[in-house]
């Protein structure tokens, strides 16, 4: 199966030494994974799929908004001064015309104004025949010339800007886009991004019998895909044959065949091809894994094969000939977490036009001891600002990964009780946060002794904790 980042030589390869494989470091492989990607160009998206999406140019009015005069109330549209003699909807009004109209109805050509119904009565003129004049709460004059008319262009005129390049678009700018007449938005590039996730052992409801396990990526990776800038394009489920692998790996990559949707004529994620696929287990090396083959008989490249970590060693990065893009995360869920957060996150952010993510540095609470020739990811618990491994952190379990803060990066030389150590957040938690400077905690250590002296002189007792202490950290 899987060969051991810690079995491979330390010496290159020579004619007489067998062709081996040699496993990136964790932070070639972040490298690596970020420049094989280029930002995927602009594309038009219907404005059902641009929410949250950067805008690639301006909105602009597409014709006058509104782009007919209209009324505001519901009412009478009139010319001139009253009484006015009735006339049929939609007709040009004649001076002392009216005619009825509702709000935002379309004032009729020679309409001067509205008049609100509630200020209008109906009678009869000297001749018996129906008129309309003001009444109600009118005031004398109503209506001005212009009342309670909508003018066409009042909100903006045709081929104004009204939202800016480099905008990420809100449910606002959405609606502003529809009103302005657009059915569809250019935006930056995201790559799209299809799941196919592996193995006949694999359950997706209910309690596995022994041999069988709950499927956990179908319920988390569609969620971190998106958290890490992706936009998820469907999943497919397969089994463990060579020709479920090599179809799945063709098909899922492909566009589903799906009719298109209707729209703005523009086609939607379930109907394109994936930019990245996404695949799950068989990343090992025995008979049943086939990722690699499947990947070679398809014409592709292997740009990582392998990262010096643990958990996650076994990834794979692949490049399809057609630019494709196939992440092979092992089956084993926080291995598979580890991996994505290793290779996936940089490759999506350099797709969708973002920067490496960060690592920062964090205390370590503990001292690990030196695990030659791999990085360790640990997913930590903050506990009083310095970071604690969690328990339950095995490269199948989730406990770990669920009640974690974030993930220590620990070098291949361990790392010291109190000595900095690389994190990264996780996708869906807070940043890790940026330790004090040296200077403004000795400071605050002042502080709050002499706090504590003060106290603890004033209560003739010793000086207690400023409020509960939180100890759930160490549950893991
Ligand atoms: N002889 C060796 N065996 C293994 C090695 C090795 O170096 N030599 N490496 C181990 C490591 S580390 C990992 S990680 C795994 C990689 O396994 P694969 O990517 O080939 O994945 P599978 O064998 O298909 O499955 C592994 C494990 O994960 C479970 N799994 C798969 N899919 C799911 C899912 N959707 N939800 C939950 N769990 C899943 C599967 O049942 C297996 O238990 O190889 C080791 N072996
Ligand atoms: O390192 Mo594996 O990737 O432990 O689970």
């Given at each position: 199966m899987?060969?051991?980042?810690?079995?491979?030589?330390?010496?290159?390869?020579?004619?007489?030494?067998?062709?081996?494989?040699?496993?990136?470091?964790?932070?070639?492989?972040?490298t690596v994974?970020?420049e094989?990607?280029?930002?995927?160009?602009?594309?038009?998206?219907?404005?059902?799929?641009a929410?949250?999406?950067?805008?690639?140019e301006?909105?602009?009015?597409?014709q006058?908004?509104p782009?007919?005069?209209?009324?505001?109330?519901?009412g009478?549209?009139v010319n001139?001064?009253?009484?006015?003699?009735?006339?049929?909807?939609g007709?040009?009004?004649?001076?002392?015309?009216?005619?009825?109209?509702?709000?935002?109805?379309?004032?009729?050509?020679?309409?001067?104004?509205?008049?609100r119904?509630?200020?209008?009565?109906?009678?009869t003129?000297?001749?018996?025949?129906p008129?309309l004049?003001?009444?109600?709460?009118?005031?004398?004059?109503?209506p001005?010339?212009?009342?309670?008319?909508r003018k066409?262009a009042?909100?903006?005129?045709?081929?104004?800007?009204?939202?800016?390049?480099?905008?990420?678009?809100?449910?606002?700018?959405?609606?502003?886009a529809?009103?302005?007449?657009?059915?569809?938005?250019?935006?930056?590039?995201?790559?799209?991004?299809?799941?196919?996730?592996?193995?006949?052992?694999?359950?997706?409801?209910?309690?596995p019998?022994?041999?069988?396990?709950?499927?956990?990526?179908s319920?988390?990776?569609?969620?971190v895909?998106?958290?890490?800038?992706?936009?998820m394009g469907?999943?497919e489920?397969?089994?463990?044959?060579?020709?479920?692998?090599?179809?799945?790996?063709?098909?899922?990559?492909l566009?589903?065949?799906?009719?298109?949707?209707?729209?703005?004529?523009v086609p939607?994620?379930?109907?394109?091809?994936?930019?990245?696929?996404?695949?799950?287990?068989?990343?090992?090396r025995?008979?049943?894994?086939?990722?690699?083959?499947?990947?070679?008989?398809l014409?592709?490249?292997?740009?990582?094969?392998?990262?010096?970590m643990?958990?996650?060693?076994?990834?794979?990065?692949?490049e399809?000939?057609?630019?494709?893009?196939?992440?092979?995360?092992?089956?084993?869920?926080?291995?598979?977490?580890?991996?994505?957060?290793?290779v996936?996150?940089?490759?999506?952010?350099?797709?969708?036009h973002g920067?490496?993510?960060?690592?920062?540095?964090?205390?370590?609470?503990?001292?690990i001891?030196?695990?030659?020739?791999?990085?360790?990811?640990?997913?930590f618990?903050?506990?009083?600002?310095m970071?604690?491994p969690?328990?339950?952190t095995?490269?199948?379990?989730?406990?770990?990964?669920?009640?974690?803060?974030g993930?220590?990066?620990?070098?291949?030389?361990?790392?010291?009780?109190?000595?900095?150590?690389?994190?990264?957040?996780?996708?869906?938690?807070?940043?890790?946060?940026?330790?004090?400077?040296?200077?403004?905690?000795?400071?605050?250590?002042?502080?709050?002794?002499?706090?504590?002296r003060?106290?603890?002189?004033?209560?003739?007792?010793?000086?207690?904790?400023?409020g509960?202490?939180?100890?759930?950290?160490?549950?893991g």
């Amino acid at each position: 199966m899987t060969a051991d980042p810690g079995d491979a030589p330390d010496h290159p390869e020579t004619e007489q030494t067998p062709a081996r494989h040699l496993a990136h470091t964790w932070e070639e492989a972040r490298t690596v994974a970020f420049e094989a990607a280029t930002p995927i160009p602009a594309g038009r998206v219907p404005l059902q799929h641009a929410l949250g999406r950067i805008l690639a140019e301006d909105i602009t009015a597409l014709q006058d908004m509104p782009h007919y005069a209209s009324s505001a109330m519901d009412g009478w549209a009139v010319n001139g001064s009253g009484p006015w003699i009735l006339a049929e909807a939609g007709h040009r009004l004649a001076p002392h015309e009216a005619s009825p109209i509702v709000t935002g109805g379309l004032i009729p050509p020679g309409a001067k104004a509205v008049l609100r119904s509630e200020n209008a009565v109906l009678g009869t003129d000297d001749d018996g025949l129906p008129v309309l004049m003001t009444g109600g709460t009118a005031r004398p004059g109503e209506p001005r010339n212009g009342q309670h008319i909508r003018k066409a262009a009042e909100e903006a005129s045709q081929g104004e800007v009204l939202v800016k390049v480099g905008i990420r678009l809100n449910p606002a700018h959405l609606a502003l886009a529809a009103l302005a007449g657009h059915d569809a938005l250019l935006v930056q590039g995201k790559p799209l991004v299809k799941l196919l996730l592996t193995g006949s052992e694999v359950v997706s409801k209910g309690l596995p019998e022994p041999g069988k396990v709950r499927d956990t990526f179908s319920h988390q990776l569609p969620a971190v895909v998106e958290m890490l800038g992706g936009i998820m394009g469907g999943q497919e489920k397969i089994g463990d044959s060579y020709e479920e692998w090599l179809n799945g790996l063709e098909d899922v990559a492909l566009a589903s065949g799906a009719p298109e949707p209707e729209g703005a004529g523009v086609p939607v994620p379930a109907v394109l091809p994936a930019d990245v696929v996404i695949t799950t287990g068989g990343t090992g090396r025995s008979g049943t894994d086939h990722l690699r083959q499947a990947v070679a008989e398809l014409g592709g490249r292997l740009i990582i094969d392998g990262v010096a970590m643990r958990p996650g060693h076994p990834v794979v990065l692949a490049e399809l000939p057609d630019g494709r893009f196939v992440l092979g995360l092992p089956g084993n869920p926080l291995a598979a977490m580890m991996a994505l957060s290793t290779v996936g996150e940089p490759l999506l952010a350099a797709l969708g036009h973002g920067k490496m993510p960060p690592v920062q540095e964090v205390p370590s609470g503990t001292t690990i001891e030196p695990d030659p020739g791999r990085t360790r990811l640990m997913p930590f618990r903050l506990l009083y600002g310095m970071a604690s491994p969690a328990q339950h952190t095995g490269p199948g379990m989730m406990r770990g990964l669920a009640s974690a803060d974030g993930v220590m990066i620990v070098p291949p030389h361990g790392v010291q009780l109190g000595e900095p150590v690389p994190a990264f957040a996780l996708p869906w938690g807070p940043p890790v946060p940026v330790p004090e400077a040296a200077g403004a905690r000795a400071k605050a250590k002042a502080a709050s002794r002499t706090a504590a002296r003060t106290d603890a002189k004033s209560a003739g007792k010793p000086a207690a904790p400023a409020g509960p202490v939180d100890w759930s950290a160490l549950l893991g």
